[in-house]
């Protein structure tokens, strides 16, 4: 499913960070959430943009 909601257990377990971690990143909006009722679920394209916003090496470009 392209535009599915993940858990923040599911976050965590992707990124390999802490449950807690994942919370707080999800809680400062440092990774978009959807709001659904009092819980929060992340989309899987969110959850991507936020890896490639944090990516350390950036792609070098045509250099000549």
């Known amino acids: 499913f392209p535009n599915s909601l ?3 257990t599911e976050v965590a ?3 390999n960070i802490s449950l807690p971690m994942a ?3 999800i809680q400062i909006g ?3 959430a959807v709001q659904i009722g009092k819980g929060r679920r992340v989309r899987l394209q ?3 943009e936020y890896i490639e916003s944090n990516l350390t ?3 070098e470009g045509n250099e000549s």
């Open 46 to 48: 969110d959850l991507c």
């Open 30 to 32: 440092e990774i978009r």
């Open 23 to 25: 919370y707080r990143l």
């Open 6 to 8: 993940l858990k923040a």
């Open 13 to 15: 377990d992707i990124l």
């Open 57 to 59: 090496n950036k792609p």
